[in-house]
C-alpha cells in the first residue's frame, strides 16, 4: 500500500521560508515523476513543482518560480519543497503525488500559512 506522508508546514511571515518533506512508503519514488500540489480553500488543486524521475527535467508554476526548489533523496525515499521568499498568496494545504497524480496516493497535506 502507497502511502505519501507530508511534512513541514506552518505559520510563517510573508518574506519567511519553510522546507516541506514528503516522505514515501509503499512506492520508489525513483521511477517516478513527482511532483508538489497545492489547494486554497475555494480553489482547486494546482500543480506547483515537479520533475520527471531521472530529474532531467523540472517544472516551476509560474508564481513559484525563483522561489521555490523541488528535490528529493531517492535512498531516504523523500521528496522535499524549499520555499523561500514566501508570500500570503501561498497559503495552502501542500501535498505531494506522483505526475500525473494518482488518485489513491494523496495523503493528508500539510498547512502552509503565510500571513503577518
Known amino acids: 500500500q502507497v502511502q505519501l506522508v507530508e511534512s513541514g508546514g506552518g505559520l510563517v511571515q510573508p518574506g519567511g521560508s519553510l522546507r516541506l518533506s514528503c516522505v514515501a512508503s509503499?512506492?520508489?519514488?525513483?521511477?517516478?515523476?513527482m511532483g508538489w500540489y497545492r489547494q486554497a480553500p475555494g480553489n482547486e488543486r494546482e500543480l506547483v513543482a515537479s520533475?520527471?524521475?531521472?530529474?532531467?527535467?523540472?517544472f516551476y508554476r509560474g508564481s513559484v518560480k525563483g522561489r521555490f526548489t523541488i528535490s528529493r533523496d531517492n535512498a531516504k525515499r523523500t521528496l522535499y519543497l524549499q520555499m523561500n521568499s514566501l508570500k500570503p498568496e501561498d497559503t495552502a494545504v501542500y501535498y505531494c503525488?506522483?505526475?500525473?497524480?494518482?488518485?489513491?496516493?494523496w495523503g493528508q497535506g500539510t498547512q502552509v500559512t503565510v500571513s503577518s
Open positions: 503525488n506522483t505526475v500525473p497524480s494518482r488518485q489513491n496516493y
Open positions: 520533475f520527471t524521475n531521472d530529474g532531467s527535467t523540472t
Open positions: 509503499g512506492i520508489d519514488i525513483s521511477w517516478y515523476n
